[in-house]
């Protein structure tokens, strides 16, 4: 659910538009791909809370050497391998063609040391508001780092504010008031009571409260959790609340320009909420059916690194589909080099990264 849409919105600009009868579809599941990173952020959230709360002293005195361990030895090699492949694409291929330049180009002055020093510091978001004019446009491999690095300043001192808040109910209200916040950073930009000129929608502000929101959703599972277990009917209805939002606000009218750019990350992150809270409770879930459609989202996080470079290799071939066709053969594609990367390159090199810093 997170990863298809923006899969879809990167995928359009290197396809002619379908036909009259399926444009309308094509245009609904790909116009709001950014949704998708909303629901990324919520799901991270969750995920990060609970990996925290598996430590032998729990989530409120967390060990600061293996969560620091953990982040690093899971993000950076295959970020560091990201860089240096959308480098090397953009040495050979330069601006040969208009593929290569809407996935690779570097900025006007590729060892702008602004643009590199906020990918490898993870302050690209903030860069990319500040000075994406100077830099002349960059290629989609470089722009998707902007959500690593929402996550990254989220998480830096996460470990931190654990500890100092101590317990569920300062941890809720805390981050409460990261959601009230978020709304609030939108709701200004919306009314235009920041500086103009200034594209302040990437700033993390953004999107802390989508990540908040998930580590509200982990509090109240783990509290709630055997109650909803044995309330199926309860379960179902939380479910049908949170799928039914999903829908409603992914398929309404989204333009950037309108308040539904306001609320609508906070609202595709309740539907989420609500369909995970009850979901996560139903057996219904827990069938192998579902298994195969796990896969994308299994391998999300070489999926939204590596997509790019898919999407160049293909673009050619994808081009003469049927736009469905396009997209299935697409995902499939790009799933499948993720899984050999998670397999082969990720979990080994993050095994041998804890063993090296003892954790």
């Known amino acids: 659910m997170a990863i298809l849409p923006v899969l879809a919105l990167h995928l359009k600009p290197l396809l002619p538009l379908p036909p009259p009868a399926y444009r309308w579809a094509w245009d609904h599941i790909q116009r709001n791909g950014t949704y998708g990173v909303c629901l990324f952020f919520l799901i991270s959230g969750f995920l990060i809370t609970r990996i925290i709360d598996s430590m032998p002293k729990g989530l409120f005195e967390p060990s600061w050497k293996k969560f620091y361990v953990r982040r690093t030895g899971r993000i950076l090699p295959l970020f560091l391998l990201v860089a240096l492949l959308g480098s090397m694409f953009f040495a050979v291929l330069g601006t040969s063609s208009e593929a290569s330049v809407f996935c690779f180009k570097l900025p006007a002055n590729p060892w702008d040391a602004v643009f590199w020093g906020s990918i490898f510091l993870f302050v690209f978001n903030w860069a990319k508001t500040f000075a994406m004019g100077t830099w002349q446009g960059i290629g989609l491999h470089w722009v998707v780092f902007w959500s690593?690095?929402?996550?990254?300043?989220?998480?830096?001192?996460?470990?931190?504010?654990?500890?100092?808040?101590?317990?569920?109910?300062?941890?809720?209200?805390?981050?409460?008031?990261?959601?009230?916040?978020?709304?609030a950073w939108r709701w200004f930009l919306f009314a235009g009571l920041f500086p103009r000129g200034l594209d302040l929608k990437w700033g993390s502000f953004s999107f802390f409260d989508q990540i908040a929101l998930g580590v509200i959703l982990y509090v109240l599972q783990k509290r709630l959790g055997p109650y909803l277990s044995k309330a199926k009917r309860t379960?179902?209805?939380?479910t049908a609340v949170g799928l039914s939002t999903l829908a409603a606000v992914y398929w309404g009218t989204y333009s950037e320009e309108e308040l539904d750019w306001v609320l609508?990350?906070?609202?595709?992150?309740?539907?989420?909420?609500?369909?995970?809270?009850?979901?996560?409770?139903?057996?219904?879930?827990?069938?192998k059916f579902w298994a195969i459609f796990a896969y994308p989202g299994k391998y999300s996080y070489g999926n939204y690194l590596l997509h790019v470079s898919v999407l160049y290799l293909l673009h050619t071939y994808l081009a003469g589909l049927n736009v469905f066709a396009a997209f299935a053969i697409f995902v499939t594609a790009s799933t499948l080099v993720s899984a050999f990367s998670f397999h082969l390159f990720e979990v080994p090199v993050n095994r041998w990264a804890r063993s090296l810093m003892g954790a």
């Open 264 to 287: 609508g990350p906070i609202l595709m992150a309740l539907g989420l909420f609500f369909f995970l809270l009850g979901g996560l409770n139903l057996s219904f879930f827990e069938s």
């Open 148 to 183: 690593l690095a929402v996550e990254e300043q989220f998480y830096v001192f996460y470990p931190w504010l654990l500890r100092w808040l101590g317990n569920d109910k300062k941890l809720i209200r805390f981050m409460g008031f990261v959601i009230f916040a978020g709304l």
């Open 235 to 238: 379960s179902f209805a939380l």
